[in-house]
């Protein structure tokens, strides 16, 4: 039987540099399919960073009286995926479904999401939906900026967000996919990090308690299980369950830090081990004085001192999850 024309209007934002150049390919390949099955769209391609959030911004705009509003679909990495939420969130009370085709470095959303990094796949994962779904974000007020940035995967301060900016600022991150191709980059990245990142004093506030960490080193509010390109941070940590993760880890010597990295890849016994601390809330205040380095669904947040307080919200998501 011929494909019946969708009624559904997609709004697609691509950026054509997330992966290393892969996004452009894949949306080489996509474009034709999307003809082919007589998918009404709009393709907008980024011209710099920020420029997803200014578009998905305007579209949540000039569509807040629609009754059927576009569904935004995002050609790119986590980076692109987050800006385009920033932009939609901005606007009050959207209405606009997020759609996702995963083709950047890391694709830690897609991996926890179950959207599938074969990108016919993830079109059909998108086109076949029949309604929203609705899954939690993360919502972080910056105290320092007065800002306040939504977040699908996770913000770090620390290791995690110096091993960000180590990949960000290597001259072959544009024309090398950061985590597969360029691993040896990316280890080096990692290698790097770790002796450069000293420890730092970090303290936590939630509703029943007050704890300062002295010797803080992974200091990593998640939503999600991945971070950094697939490295299970915490396979409990659910999009579904209204609570955000933190995970402390305190400085330790290398061979104690790769024996919690290895324990992380086997399930979470890293969370039973001394210097590892985990805590599962709604709510969490972080504040680390010293300058240090944070990461946001792994964009750059630059090296300062943070005050970042942390609860639960929702957006809608436009695919059916692979189970
Ligand atoms: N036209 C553009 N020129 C240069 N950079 C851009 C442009 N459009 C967007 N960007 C930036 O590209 C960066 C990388 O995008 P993204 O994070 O999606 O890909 P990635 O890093 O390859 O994937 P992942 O985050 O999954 O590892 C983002 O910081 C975004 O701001």
């Known amino acids: 039987m011929a494909d019946v024309p969708s009624r559904q209007f997609y709004y697609i934002i691509i950026n054509n540099f997330a992966g290393g150049g892969r996004t452009r390919r894949t949306w080489q390949q996509l474009a034709p399919i999307l003809k082919q099955k ?17 578009l998905a911004y305007q579209l949540a705009l ?19 995926l987050h800006e385009a939420l920033n932009g939609l969130q901005k606007a009050a009370d959207h209405r606009i479904p997020l759609a996702y085709i995963p083709c950047g470095s890391g694709n830690d959303f897609a991996r926890g999401a179950g959207i599938t990094t074969n990108a016919r796949q993830a079109l059909n994962q998108v086109l076949k939906a029949q309604q929203p ?19 699908t ?105 790769i024996f919690l990295f290895m324990l992380m890849f086997l399930g979470q016994w890293h969370i039973k081990m001394p210097l590892v601390h985990h805590y599962h809330l709604k709510k969490l ?20 001192a943070f005050d970042l307080e942390f609860n639960v919200t929702r957006q809608a998501f436009w695919f059916v999850p692979q189970t």
């Open 285 to 304: 205040r972080i504040q680390s004085p010293q300058a240090e380095y944070g990461q946001a669904d792994g964009e750059d947040l630059g090296k300062r």
């Open 153 to 257: 995967n996770n913000i770090g301060i620390g290791f995690d967000a110096n091993v960000v900016h180590i990949t960000n600022r290597t001259s072959t991150k544009n024309h090398l996919n950061k985590y597969h191709a360029n691993s040896f980059a990316y280890l080096t990245s990692l290698i790097k990090a770790f002796f450069t990142q000293k420890s730092f004093p970090v303290k936590i506030t939630t509703a029943q308690q007050q704890h300062t960490f002295q010797r803080g080193f992974v200091v990593t509010t998640t939503n999600y299980p991945y971070f950094g390109g697939g490295v299970p941070l915490l396979a409990s940590a659910s999009v579904y369950n209204h609570h955000l993760d933190l995970v402390i880890m305190e400085k330790a010597n290398a061979f104690y830090f």
């Open 38 to 54: 007589q998918i009404h769209y709009a393709a907008n391609h980024t011209q710099a960073p920020g420029h997803a959030t200014q």
């Open 133 to 151: 779904i609705t899954l939690d974000i993360g919502r972080c007020i910056d105290h320092q900026k007065k800002t306040v940035t939504f977040f």
């Open 62 to 80: 000039k569509c807040q009286q629609q009754s059927q509003p576009p569904i935004l679909l995002v050609l790119g990495g986590d980076g692109t």
